[in-house]
């Protein structure tokens, strides 16, 4: 390692790390440069031989071992700040020949910071490379699985599928029994249809943030006896919509993506949840007179169906009184509470079922916003976006009829949108990069639109985002056409 403010050589007796750093006196600029990212790169592949060795000794296996040898990490540690040195002056590495540090959450804590600098687009092509090779290497699977479910029992007969199925999983499809599509646009369905019963108020699983904007597990979802096991399914479903790129339509809130994450939530994440109570703890933090009165336990109470349940924040709780000495862990600990020991259970299950298919640490590749989109997709339908990436079959962009459908699709409301969007693709939500990245049969394709020789209402192929209208003899035609079609015909595949 070169540094250029001092010339001597260390020795680390534990490791036989051998550092050294001499004096510049090389002129040419350029060259030495270049001669220290030739050094650079040498010392990470030798870094990198010192883990794979270490798994094989350790584990056994080298690739797909997610616990990293006892050895390798105190060396980590014992030279934590020349490794932060190296990877400083070669950040791509983390993404490269340095890529094993993402596979373990003990050695990501010291690269994060570094991590979250690379291009978000280069991060989310090695996390779904990666995802992609964790899985093949546990799998060795030449067939397709096949997920035959009932769509008016959609729920308990996808549990019980998963339930026959190994744990992990890469490669599958869907049909729904009695019917006869199957593809991507049949799996973007049943994505859809599961997370919606999953989050149907009904079952009591999951709650609205305080401002309606995401969801997080209910606190009461115990009243459902199979709460924990239907939280574990979501779980496997989550992993298994990010493992095959596809969107949930749902948002997840801060506390659940966090959990996933291993990072521990803060007050200012609180806020983003419930900014009201946010407010009142900030209240309490800010005036110091006051506390005393306030007459402020350690314990919180939350209402379960009309009865107050009391939960303790630390032993005897209920019996110590809040004052200016501790207020500050008191709040500390009401913000733990809220955001994670009182949906403890919960979110347990989910990354139980998550972690089937994905390591959670790779989710450290994201800040929390990241992860949101790449969970849920883009929140706003563009419809710039939409038309710049439509191909045209028997119709061209600047055609009568395609300038009202484009009229039609601005009128809508958001959610009417949505609606649109899942007739014709399946799904209701957009991948991060919007309509330059919707999945098709053989990967991603454009948006299509198709004239229709025959009227009638407009039909769709959704495993190809494919469109097909028929050629309207006026604007209102088509908008009654349309709307039919999406309130009628935005589930199933005999509906065409």
């Keep these: 390692v070169q540094q ?27 060259e030495e440069k270049e001669e220290k990212r030739d050094l650079v790169s040498r010392m990470l592949l030798v870094v990198r031989s010192m883990y794979l060795i270490h798994q094989a000794i350790d584990f056994g296996e080298i690739v797909s071992s997610r616990v990293c040898s006892r050895t390798f990490r105190e060396f980590v540690h014992s030279h934590s700040h020349l490794l932060a040195k190296l990877v400083h002056s070669q950040p ?52 397709e699985t096949l997920l035959l479910v009932e769509r ?35 799996k973007r369905e049943w994505f859809s249809l599961v997370c919606r019963e999953l989050f149907n108020p009904d079952f009591a699983l999951f709650q609205q943030t305080p401002e309606g904007t995401a969801y997080i597990p209910n606190i009461n979802s115990s009243v459902n006896p199979d709460h924990l096991s239907y939280f574990s399914l979501f779980g496997r479903i989550l992993a298994m919509a990010l493992v095959t790129r596809q969107t949930l339509p749902v948002r997840l809130g801060i506390p659940l993506l966090l959990h996933l994450m291993n990072v521990s939530p803060t007050i200012e994440d609180l806020e983003g949840l419930d900014p009201q109570f946010t407010q009142s703890l900030q209240w309490i933090l800010n005036n110091d007179e006051s506390t005393e009165a306030l007459d402020l336990t350690f314990s919180v109470e939350h209402d379960m169906f009309g009865t107050n349940i009391e939960h303790t924040l630390i ?21 733990e509470w809220k955001l994670v020991r009182g949906i403890l259970p919960q979110l347990e299950a989910i ?11 790779l989710l450290r590749l994201f800040s929390v916003f990241e992860l949101s989109r790449l969970i849920s997709g883009a929140e706003v339908i563009d419809v710039d976006d939409w ?30 949108r949505r609606k649109l969007l899942l007739f014709s693709t399946g799904t209701p939500s957009l991948p991060v990069k919007g309509f330059a990245e919707l999945p098709s049969r053989d990967g991603v394709s454009k948006f299509n639109l198709v004239r229709m020789e025959s009227g009638g209402l407009p039909t769709a192929s959704t495993c190809f985002s494919m469109l097909k209208m028929p050629c309207y003899s006026s604007k209102e035609e088509l908008e009654s056409s349309f709307n039919i079609a999406i309130d009628m015909g935005s589930e199933g595949f005999s509906f065409a």
């Excluded at 490791?15 to 001499?22: D, K």
């Excluded at 804590?109 to 990666?130: A, I, M, N």
């Excluded at 710049?388 to 009229?407: G, I, L, R, S």
Aim: proline share 3%; glycine share 4%.
């Design 351 to 361: 990354k139980s079922g998550f972690e089937q298919f994905v390591p959670c640490v």
């Design 4 to 30: 250029e403010e001092e010339d001597e050589t260390e020795d680390d007796s534990s490791f036989g790390l051998r550092v050294i750093r001499p004096s510049t006196n090389t002129t040419n600029v350029s």
């Design 92 to 143: 791509t590495s983390l993404l490269e020949d340095f890529d094993f540090v993402l596979q373990h959450d003990v050695l990501m804590r010291d690269f994060q910071g570094t991590v979250l600098q690379q291009p978000l687009t280069v991060r989310s092509e090695w996390f779904f490379t990666k995802i992609k090779e964790l899985n093949i290497n546990r799998e060795n699977r030449r067939f």
């Design 387 to 416: 038309i710049k990436h439509t191909d045209y079959t028997n119709y061209e962009a600047d055609d009568e009829v395609v300038q009202w459908f484009w009229d039609y699709v601005r009128s809508l409301s958001t959610s009417r």
């Design 152 to 186: 008016d029992n959609i729920l308990e007969s996808t549990c019980s599928r998963l339930e026959s199925l190994v744990s992990e999983l890469t490669s599958f499809s869907v049909e729904f029994k009695d019917e006869p599509g199957r593809g991507n646009g049949v």
């Design 315 to 335: 032993p005897n709780g209920q019996d110590i009184p809040v004052t200016e000495m501790n207020k500050q862990a008191y709040v500390r600990l009401l913000c």
